[in-house]
């Protein structure tokens, strides 16, 4: 004769009472042999030390996308776990720790036989202060402000004029400084500051040419520590038996207003080529007379005087010829 027992989910046998004598065993079945008188039978239940049942930590989000809503605030699953309990006792459940979020309050429930029992845990993203300040040549800056853990934050730092972006230097040795004036991060999981630096961009002037014993290159201004934003001019004096072919500026041909060269604005190094090329003797002949020439002109004021003198003779001419004429018509009669 056999006895059989079914045992609710989350329960398991542990053993059986025979004729007041208890027998440890986990099968669901009991066997008689040889019954010849009546026999007490019964079972022992016990409740599953091994069910199962889950915690979800679920962590505020920023966008609502795959997320529950609960109240105002926006949550989806971090992390879920396994564990294992004792049938109809309390969970054990405890709250993790994650950087940049703290948790909510949450209650234990009861160990269902049927594993279905979950324990969710909520964790609110921590808020952070972000301080920008201004260095010297830096007019504006915006971005500062309070944010989420992991929120999206914009800077911008603007700059007085003929200045280059140095860098926002961060005073936190766990956050990089950010080398660009217009930059998204992250929000970390700290207060943090970042000053807006810059700097004056050092220029320089590269000068080159096909000779240089053929002319030289010279500036108005000295070239060394030139800034953005500046000007400097130059003239080509090229040697005797020389003219200048060619002017080249950062490889572009430059046109002279006169015998002067200029660059403006300058936002980079400057690299000047000048070509030079020998005057054949027909060019030196023709210079010579053109100097001979000029050599003989009279000046301006040589001129006006000229004119008068010529003038004052031509009328003192003019009155010698009127008074021949008078002495000539007296003699006739």
Not at 114 to 128: A, C, E, F, H, Q
Not at 280 to 296: C, E, G, H, P, R
Request: aromatic content about 12%; glycine content about 6%.
């Amino acid at each position: 004769m056999s006895v059989s027992v079914t045992c609710e989910i989350g329960y398991a046998i542990s053993g059986w009472i025979v004729d007041g004598t208890k027998l440890i065993s986990s099968s669901a079945t009991y066997n008689f042999t040889n019954i010849t008188s009546p026999h007490s039978i019964g079972v022992i239940i016990s409740a599953k030390s091994d069910t199962q049942y889950i915690i979800n930590h679920y962590h505020q989000v920023i966008d609502d996308d795959n997320a529950i809503q609960i109240g105002e605030k926006y949550y989806a699953v971090f992390e879920r776990q396994m564990l294992l309990g004792t049938t109809n006792e309390i969970t054990c459940a405890v709250a993790n720790e994650y950087e940049g979020f703290s948790p909510l309050e949450f209650e234990q429930s009861q160990i269902l036989g049927d594993g279905t029992t979950i324990i969710n845990i909520l964790y609110d993203r921590n808020s952070y202060t972000l301080s920008l300040e201004k260095g010297s040549g830096v007019s504006e800056i915006s971005g500062s402000g309070t944010y989420l853990y992991g929120q999206s934050v914009s800077i911008l730092a603007t700059l007085e004029e003929r200045k280059n972006f140095s860098s926002w230097i961060s005073d936190n040795q766990n956050f990089e400084n950010i080398n660009q004036a217009q930059a998204e991060f992250c929000m970390p999981a700290f207060n943090l500051k970042l000053v807006a630096t810059c700097f004056d961009q050092i220029y320089e002037v590269h000068v080159y040419s096909n000779d240089d014993t053929k002319g030289n290159v010279i500036f108005n201004e000295a070239v060394s520590g030139i800034t953005k934003g500046a000007t400097r001019s130059f003239r080509v004096v090229p040697a005797s038996g020389y003219e200048v072919e060619s002017v080249f500026i950062n490889g572009v041909r430059a046109m002279s207003v006169g015998d002067l060269f200029e660059v403006r604005d300058i936002e980079d190094n400057i690299d000047i080529e000048v070509n030079y090329v020998k005057v054949n003797n027909a060019q030196l002949n023709n210079s010579d007379l053109d100097t001979q020439n000029s050599n003989t002109k009279l000046t301006d004021e040589e001129r006006e005087t000229l004119q008068y003198w010529l003038m004052v003779g031509s009328f003192g001419l003019n009155v010698f010829f009127f008074l021949v004429i008078i002495i000539l018509a007296f003699r006739k009669r």
